[in-house]
T-cell receptor, first 116, second 111 residues
Framework: DAGITQSPRHKVTETGTPVTLRCHQT?????MYWYRQDPGHGLRLIHY???????DKGEVSDGYSVSRSKTEDFLLTLESATSSQTSVYFC???????????????FGPGTRLTVT | TQLLEQSPQFLSIQEGENLTVYCNSS?????LQWYRQEPGEGPVLLVT?????EVKKLKRLTFQFGDARKDSSLHITAAQPGDTGLYLC???????????FGPGTSLSVIP
């Protein structure tokens, strides 16, 4: 168990409001990722981090920003939520700690976000 | 453009039957992973295959990586209701690059 949690687990928000999702890990893994999962699209990478303050964009990064000020926390922010951002969001970690290589990922339980 | 294709998209079988799901690409991957995801939960890593032609077994699940490292298959023998879930393949094109996920195969095993 890599000790990864996500908060909140469920959230309903209105269009135009800012939303921040939190991912927290306890095992000092180097890499952290944010994905969204939608029917017919599978898991799509939003942003990822390869260290404190080191982040990069994924394939669906528009409308999202991230921050990683500590090894254990990776925040995903929707600056102004839109209905198209209704989805299930997963955080994942990977790295040498805990037996995971850089390409094997351990996922959190997910956050279900609804934008009305 | 989906770099990793999975087939079939949906599969419903009776308990005790065998099945195979496929993960295909036109690209070469240095490694490929299979995950299983149950409703309301995150994906869980099942196996990683690295060498072309490699075969790995996990109880009733057999995973194979194609010789050219462009495709993989997952075979389940004597499926059980506990095998129900979404099976995802994921590939790493080069070391330390981002991983690409396929769209998944949704498996339902009926008691």
């Amino acid at each position: 168990d890599a000790g990864i949690t996500q908060s909140p687990r469920h959230k309903v928000t209105e269009t135009g409001t800012p939303v921040t999702l939190r991912c927290h890990q306890t095992e000092n893994h180097r890499y952290m990722y944010w994905y969204r999962q939608d029917p017919g699209h599978g898991l799509r990478l939003i942003h990822y981090s390869y260290g404190v303050k080191d982040t990069d964009k994924g394939e669906v990064s528009d409308g999202y920003s991230v921050s990683r000020s500590k090894t254990e926390d990776f925040l995903l922010t929707l600056e102004s939520a839109t209905s198209s951002q209704t989805s299930v969001y997963f955080c994942a970690i990977s790295g040498a700690s805990g037996g995971l290589t850089s390409y094997e990922q351990y996922f959190g339980p997910g956050t279900r976000l609804t934008v009305t | 453009t989906q770099l990793l294709e999975q087939s079939p998209q949906f599969l419903s079988i009776q308990e005790g039957e065998n099945l195979t799901v496929y993960c295909n690409s036109s690209s070469v991957f240095s490694s490929l992973q299979w995950y299983r995801q149950e409703p309301g939960e995150g994906p869980v890593l099942l196996v990683t295959v690295v060498t072309g032609g490699e075969v790995k077994k996990l109880k009733r699940l057999t995973f194979q990586f194609g010789d050219a490292r462009k495709d993989s298959s997952l075979h389940i023998t004597a499926a059980q209701p506990g095998d129900t879930g979404l099976y995802l393949c994921a590939g790493e094109k080069t070391s330390y690059d981002k991983v690409i996920f396929g769209p998944g195969t949704s498996l339902s095993v009926i008691p």
